[in-house]
């Protein structure tokens, strides 16, 4: 199943590749910037966290005691943690960067896109509103993409928005066409509790 799954991940590498070049006048991803791995849940599947583990097998013995320093402190505020919806920094985020990022999920790749939702709405990532992508194009007093910033910097057509939301890219038709089964999802850290924890 990993070999399918690593299959799925170069078809999936080429489109998205496509997709941010041809996104590239609103694109702000740069070396070292780690914003989208910070304050957030990281929806996994059982699948994709199979394949991250292997990962995490191959760190250098130190970078690895660092994840797992990271997690248990993660855990720990978990643990007190009393609303609704807990967010964190990414453990595998060591000194800025991804340890792990040859076997990084699926919504780590995809991020960062302008995303097609349903009935037409599209999803603007976040760090737009932190002066990053799409923000040299967006307006946001209007909250939108704005045709007056576009029309400034010859831009005539506004950017395509992709179907490469996580329920999409890990949904049914992905797992039939590549024989796949993605298993349960919940956010990445869940996957590292114990017993006890998931308990409480
Ligand atoms: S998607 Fe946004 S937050 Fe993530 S690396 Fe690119 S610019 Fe930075
Ligand atoms: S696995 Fe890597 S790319 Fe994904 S959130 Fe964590 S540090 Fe970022």
């Given at each position: 199943m990993l070999r399918r799954y690593e299959q799925y991940l170069e078809f999936l590498e080429k489109k998205l590749n496509k997709f941010f070049e041809a996104q590239k006048p609103y694109i702000f991803c740069k070396e070292g910037c780690s914003l989208c791995c910070q304050n957030a849940q990281f929806?996994?599947?059982?699948?994709?966290?199979?394949?991250?583990?292997?990962?995490?097998?191959?760190?250098?013995?130190?970078?690895?005691?660092?994840?797992?320093?990271?997690?248990?402190?993660?855990?720990?505020?978990?643990?007190?943690?009393?609303?609704?919806?807990?967010?964190?920094?990414?453990?595998?985020?060591?000194?800025?960067?991804?340890?792990?990022?040859?076997?990084?999920?699926?919504?780590?790749?995809a991020f960062g896109l302008l995303t097609k939702k349903e009935e037409g709405r599209t999803k603007t990532p976040f760090c737009c509103f932190k002066g990053l992508?799409?923000?040299?194009?967006?307006?946001?007093?209007?909250?939108?993409?704005?045709?007056?910033?576009?029309?400034?910097?010859?831009?005539?057509?506004?950017?395509?928005?992709?179907?490469?939301?996580?329920?999409?890219?890990?949904?049914?038709?992905v797992q039939n066409a590549f024989k796949l089964n993605f298993g349960e999802k919940k956010p990445l850290i869940d996957w590292f509790l114990s017993e006890k924890d998931k308990a409480n």
């Open positions: 929806p996994y599947s059982l699948l994709e966290v199979k394949y991250l583990v292997q990962g995490m097998f191959e760190l250098p013995v130190e970078t690895r005691l660092k994840v797992e320093d990271k997690m248990i402190e993660i855990i720990e505020k978990r643990r007190n943690f009393k609303g609704e919806r807990f967010l964190y920094d990414c453990p595998f985020l060591i000194n800025g960067s991804c340890c792990v990022y040859k076997y990084r999920g699926i919504v780590c790749r992508n799409y923000s040299n194009i967006y307006d946001e007093k209007e909250k939108k993409l704005s045709e007056t910033k576009m029309a400034e910097l010859g831009i005539t057509q506004e950017p395509l928005a992709y179907n490469v939301g996580y329920p999409f890219l890990t949904g049914e038709s």
